[in-house]
Structure formats: C-alpha cells, structure tokens
C-alpha cells in the first residue's frame, strides 16, 4: 500500500527565517512526487511535480527536491503569505492517476 | 487561469437523503477525479473518470456513489442515501492527459450530513 508521511506537522517560523519540509513516502514504483498548497476552506493548489532522484525544483521561495524516499521542501526567507498546509502526494506507476496524500504540514508565517 | 469550478459550495443534507455535487472541469481536459477530505485528515481519492466511465475507484466509492458526465462540460458526484460519516469537503480535479499530468482541483463542496 502506498503510504506518504508529511513532518513536521506543523511548523511556526518568523518571517525571513528559512526551513524545510519532509514528505517520506513509499511507493511500489514512483511515477511523480507532487506539492501541492492548500489554503483553509480552499482546494490544493499545484506547486511542483518530481520525477525522478535528484530532480530539483524552484518557484519563487519554494525549492523542491527528491530523493528515492523522501522529498523537501525548502522555504527559503518565508513571507507571511507563504502560510498555509503544504501537501505531499505520490502517483504510482500501477494505476492511472491516483495521488495518494500525505496529512500536510500546516506552516504559519508570523511577520 | 482557467479554473475548475465546484456547486454549491456548501450542502447540509439529512442522513438518508441523496445528494448531488457539481463540477465544471477545465474545459480541455479529458480525466477527472472526485476526492475528499474529512476535517482534520487527508485528502482521499474516490474515483477517476476517463473516456465516459470510472477508471480508477477507491475502496470508499462503494454502491451509494456514482459520477456522470451528463453533458460536455459538468461532471457530478451522487450520493444516494447520505450516511453521518460522509460529512466532508469533497474536492472535484482535472488534468489533460492524466500521466504523470497535475491534478487542478476545485475549492471543494462542503457536505454536512445531520
């Protein structure tokens, strides 16, 4: 069974102060790791698919990477709009689409 | 951006009773997909759809779900008799080609059954 665990979860950091989530997962043949953010009463917002071990990613303060068990986020210099639930999900390679979920790391930014 | 659009965005229902739940997926795509999200836990897939007919279904899309694609554009999710543990958000999703494509998700129906 695939299964995604998220730490931590939850995470408080000042503004400008950097940090890093993890996303360990298991998965019987990775087709794609993805990050997703998800703002209260709202639906996961795409930021990052990985493929592959070593593959790196980068949007704005936000750099994804992955390994062949684990994924991080890195936020680097974080803005208080950075706050939200940062989701982690993996696609398998014996189904069609599926993604399979972690719980989330709820991250709050406080200026 | 084009956008996935879900109604209503929120139902309070009473157990026993069917609901509907409606989604406009992005207008090219080709899969869709219904998930949802009990308060507090993860998000959970329910059912793919591809091609007019499941593709992929959850062991929690048991006999009381069913989708349609009843025209072009909507894509619905049934419940026909609404039980207390399906208060939840329900997410509606799309994507174009459905490998290794990223999922858009709508801002979800927040089902409440009393």
């Known amino acids: 069974e695939d299964q995604v665990t998220q730490s931590p979860e939850a995470l408080r950091l000042q503004e400008g102060e950097s940090s890093s989530l993890n996303c360990s997962y298991t998965?019987?043949?990775?087709?794609?790791l993805f990050w997703y953010r998800q703002d209260p009463g709202k639906g996961p917002e795409f930021l990052f698919t990985?493929?592959?071990a070593g593959e790196e990613k980068e949007k704005e303060r936000l750099k994804a990477t992955l390994t062949k068990k684990e994924s991080f986020l890195h936020i680097t210099a974080p803005k208080p709009e950075d706050s939200a639930t940062y989701l982690c999900?993996?696609?398998?390679?014996?189904?069609?689409?599926?993604?399979?979920f972690g719980k989330g790391t709820m991250l709050l930014v406080s200026p | 951006e084009p956008e996935v659009t879900q109604t209503p965005s929120h139902q309070v229902t009473q157990m026993g009773q069917e609901v509907i739940l409606r989604c406009v997926p992005i207008?090219?795509?080709?899969?869709f997909y219904w998930y949802r999200q009990i308060l507090g836990q993860k998000v959970e897939f329910l059912v793919s759809?591809?091609?007019?007919?499941?593709?992929?279904k959850s062991e929690i899309f048991d006999d009381q779900f069913s989708v349609e694609r009843p025209d072009g554009s909507n894509f619905t999710l049934k419940i026909r008799s609404t039980k207390l543990e399906d208060s939840a958000m329900y997410f509606c999703?799309?994507?174009?080609?459905?490998?290794?494509?990223?999922?858009?998700f709508g801002s979800g129906t927040q089902l409440s059954v009393l």
């Open positions: 759809f591809y091609n007019n007919e499941i593709s992929e």
């Open positions: 998965v019987s043949g990775l087709r794609g």
């Open positions: 999900a993996v696609q398998a390679n014996w189904g069609y689409s599926t993604l399979t």
């Open positions: 207008s090219n795509h080709l899969y």
């Open positions: 999703a799309s994507s174009g080609t459905g490998d290794n494509e990223k999922l858009f």
């Open positions: 990985l493929y592959s």
